[in-house]
């Protein structure tokens, strides 16, 4: 076996990097496993096309530039404006990935010339040194010799580097795992031999420091080294880049998580977990364990996703998640489908069989989020998959918008065969092949000489039949699903009935010496549910399995909703306009008797008919469908309950809730949420001596210095700057600049109120001189605070 291929093998297993494991369970590889005609064989091959028209040069351009290498343009969103370079690594992974999946020549010359590319960059440095973060080299500098400002999203100034860097690492990685390039091999050596170099002088604190800033996965990344090189100075480098704020608390099993960026946390959790499995270090794998329970359990909507605006909210308070437009990012379950994918596999050293539950949140998670996060045509994808009854999402285009959910999302779509099965490793015992996703494809298992094919059209059928292709005695191990209900499955080898006496949530043993054209046919039966949200707050999703159903909601009648983004800063959020909670659709029944009056339709697959039982407007006739078959459309998925005799009171009740909120927001031109990420670095946040934190459930940020934001007034009829305070911060002086004039001197932020807001005029003639453009900036008196400033609001009339 090469060394390429016992990496992998490591890779998969969670083999301990220096002791020996006797955990012997890996993923069946992606080039392992073809996948058949289904959605998802589908979703693979619209997202190679997306892939494949993106454009190479302007991808490489970033490293070029910093590299001094001639370039052309780059691509303009996220690729030019701070996080140059991120897309690229993503691409190589994507590109990896792709070939593994495809064996396509094309995907792995495109592959290769990339690498090539990148190696020039790398060269011309000499450092071992490749990015693509504008005046990189300077930032580094600094941060060599100890000088480091960091703050939720910058460090020194420059938009999450090691977050940005760490795309990189792992499109090498993968590069050399996926593909075999060994080239890209070497050159992640050199990197994580230049990381080794600039941080040799850091302090522990000191890159505690550092590690406040979003840094992706670079401490899973240093494992991966180890373990390719077999040096343990990697795993000592990996340790470093472990954030101790956030593992302390989870080995505790304390869950610190409200008000947190969420994506900026599961990466870390990722490593926290690459690390314990190779050292055997069972504390940061409970860690792990009780973080990838608490967001499941916890925080995680009928779809698989989790975060309101990019972060954890109130695990007892879903408001949010309903009233906010801003639903749960998709590479959140990106990252949550990595953890669950290592979880799975450790599981199996503490059982029999591996723990049942990471794959049912699993399938949960790619049928309804990852899937229907990307345009079956266009193969766009989605950022935020908003929960708001009768809101809608946008989509990318292949050369506008460079997100981070696009940067995941074409590997998202590339990899869909690499959890349907699992193999048990072990010499000395019977092979065993576990069939954990019901979708047709054929896996190969070279060495044991056992090859089987899965054919289904699962979920719109409820049968699945698997055909063994080699003669050859080993085990399969079928998953009976928790959704399917107890002594309901039904299993026929060769159409003969066995009888299956395991319970939803084990795994059903056949084992005998299979004969080639032997058929296991399985056959699962769904129903409907109603799912409460995880506060227990009076909305449901209705799901059939493990599949989620979706209410396709009336657009207005004047309406013209632009569902694919622009190439602008934040044209990633759907940020039309929003229906008011008392129009959207109650459910009339919150009981079996609701689901027992659902009725399938005939010739529509997965389709209900709802009609009388959900009531809004235009509701006459009503079908429920699969969410991932939601595009174009503004759609629901948790619906409020109320007695048809309650039903106008509660939409009253709704109404009046929300109407000061509603007339807020059709005020507003543009707003920041301070101390909130995304929309910090979308406003081009700049400030020095500025902190942030959490009151209340409320980000706040202040600062002893001073402290900016960007806005946008496009057409030109801002009146008013609405600058939100809370009660405990009373006595501070500071003073609000707009395009360099102070319209305010604050003497004291002081109120009773936990919150509470001031409205400042804006003088017609800075308006009018503006552009369509401010710079707001809060500016500490000397001595004193500027803030806390809880939310920055620009009003029209």
């Known amino acids: 076996m090469n060394n390429l291929a016992v990496f992998l ?23 392992d496993v073809q996948l058949l005609d289904s959605p998802f064989l589908k979703a693979q091959n619209t997202n190679k096309d997306y892939v494949m028209a993106l454009d190479t040069e302007k991808l490489l351009a970033p490293f070029r530039r910093e590299a001094g290498l001639p370039f052309k343009e780059t691509y303009g969103n996220w690729e030019s404006s701070g996080l140059d370079g991120h897309m690229g690594g993503h691409y190589v992974t994507a590109l990896a990935l792709l070939y593994a999946a495809t064996k396509d020549d094309t995907v792995l010359q495109r592959l290769n010339y990339v690498i090539a590319e990148l190696k020039k960059c790398q060269d011309k440095l000499g450092t071992g040194y490749i990015g693509g973060i504008p005046d990189g080299n300077k930032m580094w500098s600094e941060i060599a010799r100890g000088d480091i400002r960091a703050d939720n999203f910058s460090t020194n100034e420059r938009w999450v580097p090691w977050y940005n860097l760490h795309k990189i690492y792992a499109g090498l990685r993968d590069a050399y795992i996926y593909a075999g390039n060994e080239g890209a091999k070497k050159m992640l050596v050199r990197l994580s031999d230049w990381t080794i170099e600039l941080t040799k002088k850091l302090s522990p604190e000191q890159m505690q420091t550092m590690l406040r800033t979003e840094h992706g996965g670079m401490n899973e990344v240093f494992v991966d080294v180890a373990q390719i090189t077999g040096d343990k100075k990697y795993l000592k480098l990996a340790e470093s880049f472990s954030h101790q704020a956030i593992l302390q608390p989870l080995e505790q099993q304390q869950d610190q998580l409200t008000g947190l960026h969420a994506n900026t946390q599961i990466p870390k959790i990722i490593g926290f977990k690459r690390y314990a499995d190779a050292t055997h270090n069972a504390q940061w794998n409970q860690a792990a364990e009780f973080f990838w329970q608490t967001v499941v359990d916890k925080r995680t909507v009928a779809i698989g996703g989790n975060s309101v605006k990019e972060h954890f909210h109130d695990s007892r308070d879903f408001t949010a998640m309903i009233d906010d437009v801003e639903g749960p990012e998709t590479c959140n379950t990106y990252n949550m489908l990595k953890l669950t994918q290592l979880l799975y596999l450790s599981s199996a050293h503490e059982h029999k069989n591996p723990a049942m539950k990471y794959v049912d949140y699993y399938e949960r998670a790619l049928f309804n989020h990852i899937l229907s996060s990307q345009h079956p045509q266009t193969g766009g994808l989605v950022y935020f998959t908003s929960m708001r009854p009768n809101h ?28 349907i099965y699992a193999r048990d490793l072990t010499a000395k015992k019977l092979p065993e092949v576990f069939v954990n996703l019901f979708i047709p494809s054929r896996m190969t298992w070279a060495e044991q000489g056992i090859s089987l094919t899965q054919q289904t059209q699962f979920p719109d059928a409820d049968t699945t039949e698997l055909v063994i292709e080699n003669s ?3 085990r399969l191990q079928l998953r009976y699903p928790f959704w399917v209900e107890h002594g309901q499955l039904q299993l026929r080898v060769n159409g003969k009935k066995v009888r299956v006496t395991q319970q939803p949530g084990d795994y059903i043993a056949l084992e005998r010496r299979w004969k080639k054209g032997d058929k296991v046919q399985v056959i699962l039966p769904m129903k409907p549910r109603l799912e409460k949200l995880p506060d227990g707050s009076n909305y449901y999703a209705v799901l059939y399995g493990p599949i989620v159903l979706a209410l396709k909601a009336q657009p207005f009648l004047t309406e013209k909703i632009t569902y694919f983004a622009d190439d602008s800063r934040m044209g990633h959020i759907a940020s039309g306009q929003v229906c008011p909670l008392e129009a959207a659709p ?55 309950y109320s007695t048809a005799a309650d039903v106008e009171k509660n939409r009253a009740t709704a109404a009046a809730e929300e109407k000061a909120r509603l007339q807020l927001q059709a005020k507003t031109i543009d707003q920041v949420s301070p101390g909130e990420q995304q929309p910090e670095s979308d406003h081009f946040y700049k400030g020095e001596q500025a902190e942030t934190g959490l009151h209340n459930g409320r980000h706040w940020r202040h600062t002893r210095a001073w402290f900016s934001y960007e806005l946008n007034d496009k057409q030109q009829e801002a009146k008013t700057l609405q600058i939100t305070y809370a009660g405990v911060d009373t006595g501070r002086q500071f003073d609000i600049q707009l395009n360099n004039v ?12 936990a919150f509470f807001t001031v409205d400042y005029a804006i003088p017609s003639d800075l308006v009018k001189k503006s552009k369509g453009k401010y710079t707001v900036k809060f500016i500490a008196a000397p001595g004193s605070i500027a803030g806390g400033i809880y939310g920055v609001r620009l009003l029209r009339e």
Request: glycine share 8%; proline share 4%.
């Open 392 to 419: 809608y999402r946008k989509y990318s285009q292949v050369h506008d918008g460079m997100w981070c959910c696009v940067g995941s999302g074409i590997e998202s779509h590339s990899k869909y065969a690499e959890f």
């Open 586 to 640: 109650f459910l009339l029944g919150n009981s079996n008797e609701f689901i027992q009056q659902l009725k399938p339709v005939a010739g529509k697959p997965l389709t209900f008919n709802a009609s009388g039982l959900i009531n809004g407007q235009n509701m006459q006739q009503v079908e429920l469908v699969p969410f991932f078959r939601v595009h174009e459309s503004r759609y629901a998925l948790y619906l409020p």
């Open 472 to 474: 050859k005695r080993f």
């Open 742 to 753: 102070v319209i305010a001197r604050v003497e004291s932020t002081g109120n009773a109120q």
């Open 9 to 31: 093998r490591l890779l998969t297993l969670g083999v301990g990097l220096f002791v020996a494991s006797a955990h012997a369970l890996e993923l069946a590889p992606t080039r």
